[in-house]
């Protein structure tokens, strides 16, 4: 663990962005007359303590956060990450009462963090199992619970050198699993405290479908760009070599009758002047389009075929402009959020790295996605994909459907027993 951080902290003095982010963000911590407080500003004691590590085990949180601030009166929640990415995109989140990156997990910083929050509970999302917080907390008596958990058999949890860590589950006051096979591994193994309450990211989805603006001025753009064309592509979270396989099947769609929206994963200069190069020049950015008079804009999307989205924060907005998605990441570390573009009832093709992932085989098997490894299984997939959308969309919202409720579960075993 130490080797670890200490590892973080060489790389911050070599420049390295993230690195020196977390190092940065940790000397904003003090603690002051027994409270926390975060560049200045207290942490309220007696909160619910969230932890998550990046943006996507957060939006997993959301649903409770939400439920608990519209049902708790005078509740107080507070937030920490671990990533630099989740903390610069919510560190600003208007229903945390704190946000912060959690102390480094020594046994000294957690037990003068505890201690100096005083939290009345803490919810742990996913895969966030550190052995210091965990020990901590089970010590001074705060209980504490995984949320949207799942397990796998290669986990060190259950290689014979990692007993230790093993025990450390056993802190938890309760694990909620997102399936039966992390159910009985973890039972098999002598954790007990544990049950099947699905994934909270197919509620947090569906809520971010249903309180959608159709009059988002933001999207006016996108749905002018996509106005009366019915082969639409949205290519979420991508990489470069999701990036090169669209860009061949754009050049070989000679009929010149689809469109393509990307989102890429990282948006710096670099990577977009990339993209620019691959498409030959031919792809708009977003905002230089957004920033046309409306005539002007008309003109700029007459002919145009790829737009590039080159902001944050509209991905899960745009997939409902699209007949078809394709889902980044596939070909490196592992695919992005696939059920955010399924609950618009949509075909998801993704790369083949997708073992890791429920949602992606839920959908496999529900006959609403597909994986792909080369450009020819690409185009194929593409193709069939944008001409049954109906049918293979129809079978994505019906796997979506079938998967929610978990923030409900969660929500009255915790806060209404």
Not at 166 to 172: A, E, G, Q
Not at 228 to 239: P, Q
Not at 358 to 369: H, N, S
Request: glycine share 8%.
């Amino acid at each position: 663990m130490y080797i670890y951080f200490f590892i973080i902290w060489l790389a911050s003095l070599f420049g390295h962005k993230k690195a020196r982010q977390i190092i940065e963000g940790q000397k904003g911590i003090a603690y002051q007359n027994g409270s926390v407080s975060v560049h200045g500003r207290m942490l309220p004691k007696n909160a619910i303590w969230i932890h998550a590590s990046s943006v996507g085990e957060f939006e997993q949180a959301r649903p409770l956060i939400e439920r608990l601030k519209a049902n708790k009166e005078g509740i107080k929640i507070v937030v920490t990450f671990f990533s630099p990415s989740g903390y610069e995109a919510r560190k600003n989140y208007p229903l945390a009462d704190g946000v912060l990156y959690l102390p480094f997990p020594t046994r000294k910083n957690a037990g003068q963090f505890i201690q100096a929050l005083q939290p009345k509970m803490a919810i742990f999302v996913k895969y966030e199992f550190w052995p210091a917080y965990l020990r901590e907390l089970k010590k001074q008596g705060v209980p504490a619970y995984s949320v949207s958990a799942i397990f796998r058999p290669g986990q060190i949890f259950f290689r014979w050198y990692g007993k230790w860590y093993l025990s450390v589950l056993r802190c938890l006051s309760h694990i909620y699993v997102q399936d039966e096979e992390s159910l009985e591994l973890l039972k098999r193994h002598g954790v007990t405290q544990v049950s099947v309450a699905g994934d909270t990211r197919f509620d947090r989805v569906m809520d971010v479908k249903s309180g959608l603006k159709e009059d988002d001025p933001r999207l006016i753009p996108v749905a002018q760009f996509t106005d009366g064309c019915e082969r639409v592509i949205v290519a979420g979270s991508t990489w470069p070599k999701d990036e090169a396989l669209l860009a061949e099947y754009m050049a070989n769609d000679l009929n010149q009758t689809t469109k393509l929206i990307v989102v890429p994963h990282e948006i710096d200069e670099e990577h977009l002047h990339l993209i620019f190069n691959l498409f030959q020049g031919q792809a708009l950015r977003y905002t230089t389009l957004s920033a046309l008079s409306p005539a002007a804009r008309q003109n700029a999307i007459r002919h145009a075929r790829i737009l590039l989205i080159d902001t944050m924060g509209l991905l899960s907005s745009i997939y409902r402009f699209g007949q078809t998605a394709y889902i980044g990441g596939g070909f490196g570390v592992g695919i992005h959020n696939t059920i955010e573009a399924a609950v618009y009832g949509m075909p998801v093709i993704f790369g083949p790295n997708y073992r890791h992932f429920r949602e992606a085989k839920g959908l496999i098997a529900a006959g609403a996605a597909r994986s792909i490894r080369n450009y020819k299984e690409t185009e194929t997939a593409l193709n069939t994909a944008l001409e049954q959308h109906t049918e293979i969309g129809a079978k994505a919202a019906e796997y979506v459907q079938s998967e929610l409720g978990a923030t409900d579960k969660i929500y009255k075993e915790i806060f209404e027993n």
